[in-house]
């Protein structure tokens, strides 16, 4: 790649790593960081939703 070619490559690339930044700060501004540290913090990782549908079903079939 030419030299040129390569200034422009960097410039770019730096230009979408300060745009990530951003949307990121931005996000958890707008969320408070709520998601993202329920997420970080294994909130979700020890729910059984299959086990959930599964209990809705056999409830919905002794109602009937």
């Not at 300060?18 to 958890?28: G, I, N, P, Y």
């Amino acid at each position: 790649m030419a030299e040129p070619a390569k200034k422009v490559a960097q410039q770019a690339e730096e230009r979408l790593e300060e745009l990530a930044e951003t949307v990121r700060k931005k996000f958890d501004k707008v969320t408070e960081g709520t998601y993202r540290d329920r997420v970080v913090g294994g909130r979700f990782a020890g729910r059984d939703d299959h086990g959930g549908e599964k209990n809705r079903a056999e409830t919905e079939r002794q109602q009937d």
